[in-house]
């Protein structure tokens, strides 16, 4: 398995882009952490409000709730359905989306600051989204697209 890490100039954001194993044929999580310049608490509000995670990446109607089931406006992909499966204020907020991926984000405290993860987990070689397109495809595509959500993240938050 190959690895690959790139750190953007101008912040401080790790992407780690895991090129899939030909021996075992795994898609592995897409992981980006970041640290941001703001206490948790206020990373906290950000991620897990609808307000708050409609500003950086989707509008939706989360609410940080265990079973609480929501939607996504994925724009042309329509409404992706969601359901929160882990709150744990203000540490981890976990939930499903769609029919195969699970998006958790972690933060942690660090002098004032805060780091903030982002796992994209659920992949799959050997399955196909309701658009009909494979994971191994999907996959590349978001893993790029988190790059730009990253610096939408840290402009709410820091801005």
Known sequence: MRSLKTKP???AFRLEVILVSES???LPDIRKTQLLKAPIEKVWKAVSTAEGMSAWFMPNDMQPIVG????LNAGP???SPCKVTEVDPPHRLSFNWGKDWTLTIELKELDGQTEFT???GGWDP???TEFGETH???RERMAGG???IGEKVRRYIEG
Do not use: S
């Open 136 to 138: 191994r495809v999907v």
């Open 146 to 148: 988190w790059e730009g």
């Open 24 to 26: 075992t044929n795994v």
């Open 9 to 11: 100039k101008g912040f």
């Open 77 to 79: 992909y329509g409404q």
């Open 118 to 120: 982002l796992i994209h």
């Open 126 to 128: 050997e399955k196909v």
């Open 68 to 71: 609480h089931e929501f939607h």
